[in-house]
């Protein structure tokens, strides 16, 4: 699987956008781009996955720039419960499509 | 029900201790997952099980022993721990292995070897 860059941190004030970026140049033509949370002391969390396109859901919204080679979550209002560590991870459709979570970026929403 | 359960929530244990986690899912999913999560690091996959049958075991040392009795149901016997081994243990499942399932993820099982 490819490999993905976040920055290690970002904050952002309450119900603000939180613009989280993720870089993936070596992403093949097969591969979606995954995004993934994790709160302190749970379990990770899907959010939202795409190919090439824009995606929108509930929870946020993921912006691929047209080349794919990174890519952006947006949580439209962030709230303080969506502090967490947030995984960009890149994954391909087929036989093994496991999940390789990377370090993450730790988004920390204040007050 | 879209809830993955783990229990014990944490466990203590020595090193001559022979324990067990223990994860369910009711979701009718076929495929489910074992991680391993250290302390401020990303989670990593230790074992896949596909229709029941183990698919993927991610070089883990023998002495983690998976289990899978049903569908439903998913086991990680411990034996003979070492302390570098204690982190969060977590259980995942989704509908199928291949492809582009979503993964759903238990709250895990803090694990400390003394």
């Known amino acids: 699987d490819a490999k993905t860059t976040q920055p290690p941190s970002m904050d952002c004030a309450e119900g603000r956008a939180a613009n989280l970026p993720c870089n993936h140049s070596t992403i093949s033509g097969n591969e979606y781009v995954y995004w993934y949370r994790q709160i302190h002391s749970q379990g990770p969390q899907y959010i939202i996955h795409?190919?090439?396109n824009n995606e929108t859901n509930e929870m946020a919204s993921l912006i691929i720039t047209e080349d794919r080679k990174s890519s952006t979550l947006i949580l439209p209002h962030a709230t303080l419960r969506d502090t967490a560590v947030y995984y960009c991870?890149?994954?391909?459709?087929?036989?093994?499509?496991?999940?390789?979570f990377g370090k993450g970026i730790t988004l920390s929403v204040r007050p | 029900d879209t809830e993955v359960t783990q229990t014990p929530k944490h466990l203590v244990m020595g090193m001559t201790n022979k324990k067990s986690l223990k994860c369910e899912q009711h979701?009718?999913?076929?495929?489910m997952y074992w991680y391993k999560q250290k302390a401020k690091k990303p989670p990593e996959l230790m074992f896949v099980y596909s229709y029941e049958k183990l698919s993927i075991n991610e070089s883990v040392p023998s002495r983690f022993s998976p289990e899978c009795p049903n569908s439903s149901l998913l086991n990680l016997h411990l034996h003979a721990l070492q302390p570098e081994d204690s982190a969060l243990y977590l259980c995942?499942?989704?509908?199928?292995?291949?492809?582009?399932?979503?993964?759903?993820f238990g709250p895990g099982t803090r694990l400390t070897v003394l």
């Open positions: 991870i890149v994954r391909v459709d087929g036989a093994n499509s496991k999940l390789t």
């Open positions: 979701m009718g999913h076929r495929a």
């Open positions: 995942a499942s989704s509908q199928e292995y291949r492809g582009l399932n979503e993964q759903f």
């Open positions: 795409g190919l090439k």
